[in-house]
């Protein structure tokens, strides 16, 4: 059984430009959530998309943008990237219908660096 | 506003020795509280959930969680510490709607 994929692992970009990041979800999810996670700080809640809707979002600018796709798989888009945006970007899925329990899984992120 | 605390930066032990990695909570309402480890350039790893019913919470790899409604707390813990348990642990409350917030890591080092 598949775990929770990520693409890329690591990423060089430099500012103002603009990354995509994908996530495949672990088997039978249906939803996933995006994190990011400063060098040295606990990660942060981006956004979750459930049925390729945008179901909650944190506290992140408009600069950061998802889509999920039929299949419900995931991208995360970041335009104008500033070096503040270096970070690893975790992609968690989880299946919300189990109510209380739900349980969220990661995937092994995608280090993104930007000079 | 929900949130964690993990007051310990570092927790260092020697190998076979038990383990304390504390946790403190603030939220309204049932708290669901969730345990995550993190290998080094690696994703975070599920260990244990609280979500209802016994206060002492069974999880992977050896560890186990005591719930303490009355001093707000969720501490991780291991009867004897492996020196493969040395990496960054993070305990989260998850709100109403699904998001999970983190604390700010706790580095835990067993040494042989």
């Known amino acids: ?19 995509t990041l994908r996530c495949s979800p672990k088997s039978g999810h249906d939803t996933v959530s995006w994190y990011q996670q400063a060098l040295g700080q606990g990660p942060q809640f981006i956004f979750q998309y459930y049925e390729e809707e945008e179901r ?4 992140f600018p408009d600069r950061f943008s998802g889509h999920q796709f039929p299949n419900y798989s995931s991208e995360l888009n970041v335009n104008a990237l500033l070096l503040g945006d270096s970070a690893l970007y975790l992609c968690a899925s989880s299946y919300p219908t189990s109510g209380v329990s739900e349980t969220q899984y990661f995937g092994p992120g995608t280090r993104l660096l930007v000079l | 506003a929900q949130s964690v605390a993990q007051p310990e930066d570092q927790v260092n032990v020697a190998e076979g020795n038990p383990l304390t990695v504390k ?24 260990l244990l959930k609280y979500i209802t019913g016994d206060n002492l919470v069974k ?28 990496a960054l642990y993070f305990c989260a409350v998850r709100d109403r709607r699904g998001k999970l917030i983190f604390g700010q890591g706790t580095e835990l080092s067993v040494k042989p």
């Open chain 2, 23 to 46: 946790c403190t909570y603030s939220v309204s309402g049932n708290p669901y509280l969730f345990w995550y480890v993190q290998y080094p350039n690696r994703g975070l790893q599920f």
């Open chain 1, 56 to 59: 909650q979002r944190g506290n």
């Open chain 2, 59 to 86: 999880g992977s790899y050896g560890f186990e969680a005591e719930f303490n409604k009355s001093q707000t707390s969720f501490h991780l813990k291991k009867p004897s510490a492996l020196v493969s348990d040395s």
């Open chain 1, 1 to 19: 059984d598949a775990g929770v994929t990520q693409s890329p692992t690591h990423l060089i970009k430099t500012r103002g430009q603009q990354v």
